[in-house]
Structures are given as C-alpha cells and as structure tokens.
C-alpha cells in the first residue's frame, strides 16, 4: 500500500470506525497536561496541540500495577496455596499519534523483556497486540534530544506507521505488516502523489536539520566504566535530587518493577508494580544489607545504567531516547544533558543541581 493522504477530520473519523477491530488510544488535553486514553465517540482528539504527554505510552504494554496470580489461603479450598495466573487480554490495541522517542523506547525495553533467555509473557503479548501508528514532530520542544540519542524527530524505527503533519491533511504511511493491515481496515483517504511526498520529505529533513545535538555521547563510550563510576561529580549531580522518582517513572525506557503479595482475609495477589532506581528500598536486601543505600549512589546508578552499562552490554544505542520528559519535570531542574557532558568530560553549560 502506498502512502495515503487523509484530512484531519476524515483521519479522527476513520479511527472510529476501528472501534471493531482494536482498541485506539490517542492523545487528549487533561488540564495543561496530555495523555493517551481510549478513542471514543466523545473524545477530543489532540493530535494538534500537544507535544508530547506527561505520561509515556509505556504503560498500555507494561502496566504501572499488574495482577500476575492470585491464589487461595484457606485451608478448606483444595487449591489452597496454589498460584493460578490472572486471566489477561491481550486484544488488539493500537497507540496512535506516539511519538518516534516512544516507540523508539518500545524497542530498548525489548531488550530486557523478550530476550533469548526470558520472555516476559505478558509484556511481549500485549507488545505483539499493539500497534504503534507514529505522529512526527514538527515542532520538537527545547528539552528534546533524540538525535542525540539515534532517533529522530521522524524516526521509524519501532513504528508501524508513521504520520506527517501537513497542515490542513495528514500524509500516513506504511511501514511494517502490522502497519500495512491497520490502514488495510480504515476507510477513506486518497493515494499520496509525488508531491505530497516530496513535501513530506522537506518537512522532515527541514525539522532535523533543526535539531540541536549538543550532547556528547561518544565519549561516554570509550572510557573505562571505573573512571566515571569514581567520578567526584556525583556528589555534586545528586545534592539537589529528591529520590522522588518521577525520572524514572515518566521515563518510557525505565523498566524496573517489584513483585509484591498482598493478602486480603483468606485470599492474596501477586502484583507486579513498577519501581524506581532512585528509592532506597529498591535494593535493600532480605539481611538488610543495602548496597546503593546512599543518594549519590543511586542517582549515579540511574546515569549509569542508561550510559554506560546498558551501552557496554548491547554495544548499541543507550537506555534513552531524549524525549527530554525528566528535564522537563523534575522538580529540581536536574537535566540529564547536563550529565552527560559530565560523564564525558565536557564542561556542564547549564548544570542545574
Ligand atoms: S525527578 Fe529529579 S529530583 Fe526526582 S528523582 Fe529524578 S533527578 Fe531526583
Ligand atoms: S532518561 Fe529522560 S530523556 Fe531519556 S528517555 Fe528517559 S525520560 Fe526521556
């Protein structure tokens, strides 16, 4: 299938009537913020005004708190003390107007969820599930960097189709199988021509061009893991750091959880929750022993697991895609750039802690 060209309002309209096939999640204004909710007849679709939500789209394949078993204490029950798994669905379901960071993010957590070793049976159904339909950025913000970090602000990598933004249209293009029988099933548009396509490509050349790539990261790579771990900079990046954890948890390439059973009378759930790097009970051990049980430990783990260790391990990319969330949202003014010229041995332009 070749690129198609929808109007904005025929777009929205041809999403609805997917509400048969998959479950669409699209990005609506809450107060002055953006998430992605599900696509109904009365939702105001925001694919106009929003540069990113607060929120990754993380969360429809990896829930923030999952029930993964429940089972039964009571002695009379004869599967007492049995774990049974919680039915789960994993019906179609489709994130449109991500951004390329987002889905770029999909394809570095895949890394630790769908592995030759381990597959996550539950994330990497819910990822086979979904479909991942791409909105390019016309109009990255300040705290973007994902060229930086091997994206684009019209990156495909990960996506399933990929969105331009023309103005008064919409040019939507196919880019994998998944993608090609999404726009199989929705009706209206016309076949892009030469010059859609050829605006298209401006655009996109034109935003990237655009792009600052102010953030060394080369570096970073080639030095021994032992000098940046034994930086003396840590204590100065962590002094200001709450340990609040909202880095981690808007992050879409953060992936750390914690099992948890909780027990209600004679019944309990095994829940999976996600958890954050930055909390001190994360790694508190059974003996009470507690090897990041200092600030600075922590916050120096958070830069270096997405800088060095992830980079080290897979020889390829980082823990990061520069959607720039953490810059924007930590209540400090941590910025995550400012580190890594750090780690790199550049002097930090605009070090805020
Ligand atoms: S958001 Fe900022 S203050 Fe909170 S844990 Fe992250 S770096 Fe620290
Ligand atoms: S570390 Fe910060 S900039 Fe990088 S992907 Fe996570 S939230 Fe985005």
Not at 58 to 82: A, T
Not at 184 to 212: I, Q, W, Y
Not at 286 to 298: D, L, T, V
Request: aromatic residues 12%.
């Amino acid at each position: 299938m070749g690129d198609k060209i929808f109007t904005k309002q025929g777009w929205v309209e041809s999403l609805r009537g997917l509400a048969g096939d998959y479950m669409v999640f699209v990005p609506v204004k809450e107060g002055d913020m953006y998430a992605f909710r599900h696509l109904d007849n009365d939702t105001k679709v925001a694919f106009d005004d929003y540069h990113n939500t607060r929120m990754s789209p993380k969360s429809i394949v990896y829930p923030q708190s999952e029930r993964m078993f429940e089972y039964s204490l009571d002695k009379q029950d004869p599967d007492c003390n049995i774990l049974k798994e919680v039915p789960k669905t994993f019906a179609p379901q489709a994130i449109v107007g991500i951004r390329p960071c987002d889905a770029h993010a999909f394809q570095i957590s895949k890394r630790n969820f769908d592995t030759p070793e381990y597959r996550d049976p539950w994330w990497v159904q819910r990822y086979e599930a979904t479909t991942l339909i791409g909105l390019g950025c016309n109009s990255p913000r300040s705290t973007c960097f994902c060229t930086a970090m091997g994206g684009g602000p019209f990156d495909e990598e990960g996506l399933d189709v990929l969105m331009f933004d023309m103005g008064e249209t919409y040019l939507v293009r196919a880019l994998t199988d998944k993608g090609e029988a999404f726009l199989g099933k929705l009706n209206g548009g016309r076949s892009a021509d030469k010059t859609d396509r050829e605006a298209a490509l401006r655009l996109s050349d034109h935003v990237r061009d655009g792009m600052p790539d102010v953030v060394p990261v080369d570096p970073i790579r080639n030095k021994e893991i032992k000098d940046i771990f034994d930086a003396s900079f840590w204590d100065d990046v962590a002094f200001a750091c709450l340990n609040c954890g909202t880095c981690t948890f808007l992050c879409p390439a953060c992936w750390c959880f914690d099992v948890q059973d909780e027990v209600y009378g004679r019944e309990g759930d095994r829940i999976r929750n996600w958890d954050s790097c930055m909390f001190p009970l994360f790694t508190l051990h059974g003996s009470g022993h507690n090897p990041r049980a200092k600030k600075f430990q922590r916050v120096r783990q958070r830069f270096m697991h997405k800088f060095k260790y992830y980079v080290d391990k897979f020889d390829d990319g980082f823990q990061c895609t520069g959607c720039g969330r953490c810059v924007q949202f930590c209540p400090v003014n941590i910025d995550i750039r400012d580190v890594l010229r750090l780690m790199s041995d550049e002097p930090p332009v605009r070090l805020s802690a």
